[in-house]
Structure formats: structure tokens, C-alpha cells
């Protein structure tokens, strides 16, 4: 029998370009929105040991030679990154061009294979590390991307006080519903 999937619209713009020399804002979720990755206890961001390797594997991806972290939060249900992925025309490493492609062959510096790797780096870690969680999904499908254009001043403000923001707008929605 053959499983049908649903037609799923695609998040990228054809019009707009992912790879080196982009600038993105990327927020992905965990699974069912599940508070997996820790608490916000008085305005600040407390780690669970989930939460703890997923910023790790972050931190581990600004080290890479294409890829240059702004700003990067990990909250109790998802996270946000901001991220640059970088030209750089010296690595051997770099893909050809796609008229020379082959099939199967992935491109590296794209959002779509950063936020793979980084997503599967974080799952393998986490299963291997927290026996509970071994085989169990972690991430929502898909992501959230925003390309910035100019200054990333309030997208670095906004990163950096979400956990103190954690829950007002909640608040906001609940007073306007009731009066």
C-alpha cells in the first residue's frame, strides 16, 4: 500500500537567496511544544540537561569557518538563532556549481542543511545522552526563517530578552479575552 502525505507548502521564497552572505533569523520548535529544554524561573532561562546540549551544539556550530553566531536563546519550547552563513572562497570544501552537482550531493551552506545538521547534531546528542528521551522525537517539522535585511540590533534585543518577555503576551491575550 502506499502512504499518502499531505501537500505540504513549502517555507522557502523562490525569490530569495539562503546561502553565503545571508543573514537569518531561525526559530524551530520542540515537538508538540513540549517544555523540554528547561524553565524560566524570575525573568532568566534555566537549562535542563536537554536544553544544556542543545546550546552546546549551538555554540559548537558559531565554531565553524562558514558560520558566524549573533545572538542565540534557547527557551523552554524552542529556540531562536540569529546566524550569518559566510562566503569563503579558500575552502576546498566548497560545492561546485550546480551545473556541476551531483545528485545527492548536499549543499552545505544553505539554511536548510545548517538547520539539519544542527537539528540531528542535537537529537543524536540528546538521545544518547538522556536514556528517557532515546528514540523519542525532539524537534517540530520545519522551522521558522526570517532573511534580515540591515541593521540586526532589535532581532539581537529581541533574542536576548525573550526569557524575561516569557509568558506576557499570554498575559496580554488572557486580559483582552476577559474584559
Known sequence: MIRQYPNRKSVRNRFHHYGPGTTLFVTFNISQREHLLGKIVNGRMRLSDAGLIVNKQIVAMGELSYIRIHAHVVMPDHVHVLFTILHEESDSRSNAPSSQRVFGQTQSRTCWSVMSQLKSCCTKEVWKSIP???????????????????SIHRIVQY???NPQNWGKKKRRRRSRAGG
Open 132 to 150: 528517557a528521551l532515546r528514540g523519542r522525537k525532539i524537534w517540530h517539522r520545519g522551522f521558522h526563517v526570517r532573511i534580515v535585511r540591515g
Open 159 to 161: 533574542i536576548l530578552n
